[in-house]
């Protein structure tokens, strides 16, 4: 391509100013809000320069019990990001190294099982945790999350054991390996950094997760998600303590991105993109 | 691949069966179960089991009520406002983002952090934004002379709020998948077009667009596929009202389900759900499968 004039390179950077101001300034506010004394949350023009309070984060933990459902939220994402990356990761080994026509099909029929609309499920979901007596728990969470993170981990690992040379493998059958063995002691290793992505990846994904987690759960084990939402009621909005909570749902996202944004692409885009 | 024998694959396949089996039992089976609830009649505030058998009644009801197919029109509207602006605005910051300017690869990272935000947390700062009265939004809109706008309480813009909110969340994406794209692409045919003389605007429609069709398609898809389940944003911002001006299917299915707990009905609209999933997925990977033996 021909070099860019001054005067495009400005307009450029101009544009991808103002892009930049749209598209940060809702994680912005977010995070000016929740330090924000109540008195000045809607002050016009907006103060930029404030004596920050913590009020609203101590609110959050002393009225309710926030730091229960941010556990509640923890126990969840870590138990389905374990359970999903165990049966996911041997999956996805089994459709990387079978050689055969139907492959493809099935990788695709799991991947498509992440796509279908979670409201259409949820009143099955809802009869049958009634019915076991998983309703307001946990695990009931971990098995439905485990229905979006199991897709994803095997379209991940797929391509990171794709990648691992087959030589290795003869070499170690040679040593004398079982395949169980092989697949702990040499492939796994090697992909390391796939199980490292899809666990961040599962754990975002049941983080946020906000319409399993409201229908499914009650008091005991109730998300952050869910709680947050409920400083929301049509008489009174505790503006502080919905910014608060929502601030402490957002670090995780955000330290996701700036860390490993290189395999945001490979995890969203679906193959879309090679 | 010598050490791949039959034994091996019997073992390759018992690898794989946990998954299959697991996925099965927690998408299929309600799958089929909604499918089953969907021939019956059940009042969950009457009786706690599957009553009477009825036949198509619940798809005969949902498919000659308004209501529904107005939450269909809905549905496809939404997805319709929102997929168009995030292929424009997506596909033009990607152009801006590709640039070999320094601070580049930065503002592409800083742009990707509103895909990892929970929906709830979207939902809720915009209605921090479209709050009436108080809202952030028209006051910024008032310092440009722009009148307020009745953002979440009017039936005329309650449904471009919550599209607002969507496509602030998600033209990142679009605009991730372009510039990845747009980086792969092998430099040669510029070249030749800009020897040609070619203005800008000509090598972009001519030689760059049709090069980023096939991965613009597939992106397409997979927003159509969100899109058609969009929940949380709409759940914070209107919960389907003022009127029924931004109920969209999910939003029917929630409503007949939780709050009238006619879980039949809701049980066949999920269903007529599934379907039209189903057309949108085959179609994703019927537009992947193209771009691999193009």
Known sequence: MNKLSTRQT???????GVVLIVFLMPIYLIASSSLKPSPIMFQKPPAFLFAPTFEHYQDLFAMRPFGKFILNSL?????????????????AYAI???RHKRMNDVAFWILSMRMFPPIAVVVPYYIIFKTAGLLDTPLALIIVYSTANIPLTVWLMKGFFDEVPIALEEAAAVDGYGLLETFLRVTLPLAAPGLAVSAVFCFIFSWNEFLFALMLTGSEAQTATVAVMSFWSSDAVQWGRIMAGSFIIL??????????QRWLVRGLTMGSVK | MAYIRKRNRRIFLIFLLPAILVLFLTTIYPMIYAGYLSFRSYDLAKLFVPRVFVGWANYREILSSSEFLHSLVVTFKLMAMTLSVQLVLGVGIALLVVQKLPGMPLARTLLMI????????????WLFLYFPELGYLNYFLSLAGIDAIPWISSTNWALWAIAIA??????????????AALQSLSPEPYEAAMID?????????????????????SLMFLRAIDAFKIYDIIFVLTKGGPGDSTEVLSMFIYRQSFTFWRMGVGAAASFVSLVIIVVLITLFFKSLNRDQTA
Do not use: E, H
């Not at chain 1, 400005?10 to 991808?16: Q, R």
């Not at chain 2, 969507?166 to 510039?179: K, L």
């Not at chain 2, 003389?197 to 429609?205: A, E, K, L």
């Open chain 1, 96 to 98: 990387s190294r079978i």
């Open chain 1, 251 to 260: 670090i995780p996202g955000v330290i996701f991105v700036l860390t490993c």
């Open chain 2, 197 to 217: 003389g070619n203005s800008r605007w000509d090598v972009f429609t001519r030689v760059t667009l049709p090069q980023l069709k096939p991965v613009l398609v």
């Open chain 1, 75 to 91: 126990i969840v994402a870590l138990g389905s990001t374990a359970f999903s990356l165990t049966i996911g990761s041997l999956a």
């Open chain 2, 166 to 179: 969507d496509i602030w969340q998600w033209t990142p994406f679009v605009m991730m998948g372009t510039a």
């Open chain 2, 114 to 125: 509103p895909m990892m935000i929970s929906p709830v947390i979207v939902g809720l700062v």
């Open chain 1, 10 to 16: 400005i307009l450029i950077y101009l544009a991808l």
